[in-house]
């Protein structure tokens, strides 16, 4: 809370800025930011912010915290209560249209309305059958809606969900390692890890908050890997973890096979040598209810998953070169082409590794 109120009173200059776009801008980003705290909490509910805005002044603020809890809107409402501003007359800044159903909470646009918030401005429409058509149901009750996509990142925020309600497909992370080279793989007898400690330790979070983790028989074969998230403070959700094989069993006695680890052992094996990734991806999607999928395989399964335009996020682990020079983005080499439509929205040094993140759509702007 104290950390909240911090924020509000930052924000309450930039708001303050007589720009209608850039304070709408600045808003929904503040939302987003606040829904990103519950990733891998609320899937898979989409991870919404929301922050109710009267005279410049920031009066309260929220974000859907776990799955069949309150949804932002309520969430912001009641932080406003809490701070004793009252509602009435705010402009509510939301990351995604406010819902109009009854679901494990009721509709949002009831709260907005009982509310006496004047105008929403959301970021993403809702596509989702069951709970689309809030801002309808809002302006028949005399408060303005307005789409608004000045926020690349609360309008970029949704797009997991939005990928699973559209596409029955899940949102693909790929992660790799590779050399200064451009090699995924080192030779026999060069030490096994590719990337610092560091390194490992962002993959390990990445893993702590994804519904699945799908590897290669190829690399359960060389590494025998047990694919949990390991060292991290708060495991948020526990993958589920998934070797796609074409078409022969999990190496007897691996650590998968033994069922070592937490979270559940899924092997799906496809036919004359490959498994087919689309009814894979389906399937994890509608019968395990998977939103974020990550990619932790060889570089065959890569290029397959790549040629079939699978792949919407990737974080690249570059190790330095010999003389201990980070290996920019612009050097990653073959690997390159499984990158294609993505683009590069960040490069963050960690120790002498360099970790690029690319995203489908980007978030520049
Ligand atoms: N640097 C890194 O980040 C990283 C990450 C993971 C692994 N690795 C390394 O990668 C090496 C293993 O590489 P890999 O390429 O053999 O392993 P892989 O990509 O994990 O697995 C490849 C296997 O997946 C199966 N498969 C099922 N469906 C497929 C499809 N549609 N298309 C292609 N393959 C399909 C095939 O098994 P069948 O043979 O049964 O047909 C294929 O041989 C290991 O040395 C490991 O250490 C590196």
């Given at each position: 809370?104290?950390?909240n ?6 924000i309450?200059?930039?708001y303050?800025?007589?720009d ?25 509910n989409?991870m919404?912010?929301?922050v ?6 920031v009066?309260?603020m ?12 309520r969430?912001?409402l009641?932080?406003?209560?809490r ?11 939301v ?5 109009c ?7 949002c646009?009831?709260?907005?309305i ?12 809702d596509?989702?059958?069951v709970?689309?058509?809030?801002a309808g ?16 990142l ?10 699973r309600?559209?596409?029955?497909l ?13 090699r ?26 994804v519904?699945?983790?799908v ?14 998230a390991r060292g ?5 959700r ?15 006695g ?41 990619l932790?395989?060889g ?8 040629a ?9 682990y ?7 020079a980070p ?6 080499g ?12 960040r ?19």
């Amino acid at each position: 809370m104290g950390s909240n109120l911090r924020t509000s009173a930052s924000i309450r200059g930039h708001y303050c800025l007589r720009d209608p776009m850039n304070a709408s801008s600045a808003m929904l980003s503040l939302a987003a930011r606040l829904a990103l705290r519950a990733a891998g909490d609320v899937e898979p509910n989409p991870m919404v912010g929301a922050v109710l805005v009267r005279d410049g002044v920031v009066l309260g603020m929220g974000h859907h915290r776990r799955f069949g809890g309150l949804h932002a809107e309520r969430e912001a409402l009641a932080d406003c209560r809490r701070r004793g501003n009252d509602p009435r007359g705010a402009i509510a800044f939301v990351t995604l249209e406010p819902c109009c159903h009854h679901g494990k909470q009721p509709p949002c646009t009831d709260a907005l309305i009982e509310a006496g918030v004047v105008r929403v401005v959301y970021a993403r429409p809702d596509p989702h059958a069951v709970s689309a058509g809030g801002a309808g149901v809002l302006e028949r009750a005399g408060i303005a809606c307005e789409l608004c996509g000045d926020s690349p990142l609360a309008t970029r925020l949704s797009d997991p969900f939005v990928k699973r309600v559209t596409t029955g497909l899940p949102w693909v992370i790929a992660k790799w390692a590779q050399t200064a080279d451009g090699r995924l793989i080192t030779r026999p007898g060069e030490a096994r890890w590719i990337s610092n400690e560091l390194s490992l330790g962002r993959v390990h979070r990445l893993r702590a908050r994804v519904d699945a983790i799908v590897t290669g028989i190829g690399t359960v074969a060389a590494d025998d890997p047990l694919l949990t998230a390991r060292g991290v403070r708060r495991v948020r959700r526990v993958a589920e973890r998934v070797v796609l094989t074409g078409g022969r069993g999990l190496p007897a006695g691996c650590k998968l096979a033994r069922g070592e680890g937490a979270g559940e052992v899924l092997v799906l094996p496809g036919f004359a040598g490959r498994a087919d990734l689309g009814a894979a991806l389906r399937l994890l999607a509608a019968e395990r209810g998977a939103t974020n999928v990550l990619l932790e395989c060889g570089p065959t399964l890569l290029a397959a998953f790549a040629a079939g335009g699978f792949i919407d996020e990737a974080f690249v682990y570059a190790a330095p070169g010999p003389d201990g020079a980070p290996t920019g983005a612009d050097c990653l080499g073959a690997c390159c082409v499984w990158l294609a439509g993505l683009t590069l929205v960040r490069s963050k040094p960690l120790g002498r590794d360099t970790e690029h993140w690319f995203r489908r759509n980007g978030l520049a702007g």
